[in-house]
């Protein structure tokens, strides 16, 4: 099971990734921390450039100051995960180093998870605030509202402009997989490579058997192979050091048990160096 705070740093990188037409224009700041005392958010982004215009549809409601909140898959949204992002948002702008640095009318709030939160929804509406369907899959929040505010509902956002948020799930679709994919092995730049690699690990964890499907499609695995090769690599690594541990202990094990010799004489003999001689004594 995929902890909660696992989700995180993939949906850092993929809103990044996303808005990566404006990546120039904008500020990223993961878990933007909102005093001295841990009080995170879970994505600040500022927009540098007041006249830029954001390309992608999940920043067109974008002002100066856009505070974002996620859900990973499976977790809920609720009324209290509104007002807590209202809170955070509050607690932003109050924190200005003069007195109304922050204007409230150039702060935005997008929530963002993978089912529709009707529930949430209906309170909202009983509240006094209405709810607009602006694109596939976003939704805009107006009326009794203190900041503009966006929901974004992933399985519903158009596949082909959002892939890396849609392959942020426990049941990612294979389509999504492959678009998200052919769009990646394109990167170059490091930041870009990061996020992707954020994105595909998380994604990769929790479709397990998809991406076995995935590999199957010789273009699709070579594609994947070269966008993990760093991990793949480590993998390797980590696998050949564990068949060395393995082997060492079965020869240690035998030699005590044939020659008769304690664990120490037997790690000597087999020029085990100290370090893992220590470590393993206490397999043995």
Same mark, same amino acid.
């Given at each position: ?103 409230a009318e150039e702060i935005t709030l997008t ?20 709810? +607009?369907?602006?694109? $596939?899959? %976003?939704?805009?929040?107006?009326? &009794?509202?203190?900041? *503009? /505010?966006? =929901? ?25 997989i492959h678009r998200f994919i052919e769009d ?45 090769? +760093?991990?793949?690599? $480590?993998? %390797?690594?980590?696998?050949?050091? &564990?068949?060395?541990? *393995? /082997?060492? =202990? ?25 370090e893992d001689q220590a470590k393993y004594s206490?397999?043995?």
């Amino acid at each position: 099971m995929i902890k909660k705070n696992y989700w995180h740093p993939a949906f850092c990188g993929a809103v990044e990734w996303e808005l990566k037409q404006n990546k120039n224009d904008l500020m990223f700041d993961p878990e933007h921390q909102l005093s001295k005392k841990p009080i995170l958010m879970d994505m600040l982004v500022i927009k540098k450039n007041e006249d830029a215009v954001i390309e992608n549809e999940i920043g067109k409601l974008f002002k100066q100051y856009n505070v974002l909140e996620f859900k990973g898959s499976g977790d809920g949204l609720t009324i209290d995960d509104y007002y807590k992002t209202i809170g955070y948002a509050c607690i932003y702008k109050g924190l200005g180093k003069r007195v109304n640095e922050i204007p409230a009318e150039e702060i935005t709030l997008t929530l963002i998870r993978e089912a529709f939160p009707r529930e949430m929804i209906d309170v909202l509406k009983g509240y006094g605030v209405n709810v +607009d369907k602006k694109y $596939e899959g %976003i939704y805009y929040l107006s009326g &009794n509202t203190i900041f *503009d /505010t966006q =929901i974004i509902v992933t399985k519903d956002l158009d596949g082909e402009k959002h892939a890396s948020l849609k392959i942020l799930s426990k049941n990612a679709q294979e389509i999504d997989i492959h678009r998200f994919i052919e769009d990646a092995k394109f990167a170059e730049e490091p930041g870009d490579l990061q996020n992707i690699d954020a994105i595909l690990q998380v994604s990769v964890s929790a479709n397990k058997d998809l991406y076995e499907e995935v590999r199957r499609d010789e273009k699709m695995c070579q594609a994947l192979k070269d966008l993990m090769k +760093d991990e793949i690599a $480590e993998e %390797i690594a980590e696998q050949r050091a &564990n068949e060395r541990i *393995d /082997t060492n =202990i079965n020869n240690i094990r035998n030699m005590m048990k044939n020659l008769k010799l304690t664990a120490q004489q037997a790690m000597q003999a087999l020029e085990i160096s100290a370090e893992d001689q220590a470590k393993y004594s206490t397999m043995i």
